[in-house]
């Protein structure tokens, strides 16, 4: 059997970040199916052989100052040039924990994932203001969506 990874990589730095990955890597092993493997890594524990093990990518981070966390800018920062032209196509989705409205956050990812010629397989999903519920149900639709897609053969 044809096992694919799922590699989460996500800042979560507080109890609601924490929850959001929770329910994300939550919805990843429940869509999952038989072929997917759902590993979740914080972006100071990514490393390039992570990313170029794996055929989809979700990212998670907070928004800091209308950008994305300084982990998941390391995590970037590190992998980039050990990943370009490896990982051509691969499959990845976006979620942030926003106070505001998640724009600088969003084109900031959205930079890098493209010159990496990763592919969105998702809209970025942004739980934009003051703490809602219904941000965990969102991820959790996520995670399954995805693994569901890499369980299915569709990237």
């Not at 100052?65 to 990845?92: E, I, N, Q, V």
């Not at 942030?96 to 970025?124: F, N, S, Y």
Request: a negative charge; charged letters at 25%.
């Amino acid at each position: 059997m044809d096992r694919r990874r799922l590699l989460i990589v996500a800042h979560a730095p507080s109890a609601n970040t924490r929850r959001l990955l929770d329910a994300v890597v939550e919805g990843a092993c429940s869509g999952a199916g038989e072929t997917v493997d759902v590993v979740a890594q914080r972006p100071f524990d990514t490393e390039p052989e992570h990313v170029l093990a794996a055929r989809a990518v979700i990212l998670g981070t907070t928004e800091n100052l209308g950008y994305m966390s300084g982990a998941l800018k390391d995590f970037f920062d590190r992998c980039y040039y050990p990943c370009l032209d490896r990982t051509d196509g691969l499959a990845y989705a976006l979620y942030i924990r926003a106070g505001h409205d998640g724009t600088g956050t969003r084109r900031g990812v959205e930079a890098i994932a493209t010159g990496l010629r990763w592919r969105a397989v998702q809209a970025p999903l942004v739980c934009r203001g003051s703490w809602n519920e219904d941000f965990a149900a969102a991820c959790r639709d996520l995670g399954a969506a995805v693994a569901a897609g890499l369980d299915a053969g569709i990237y």
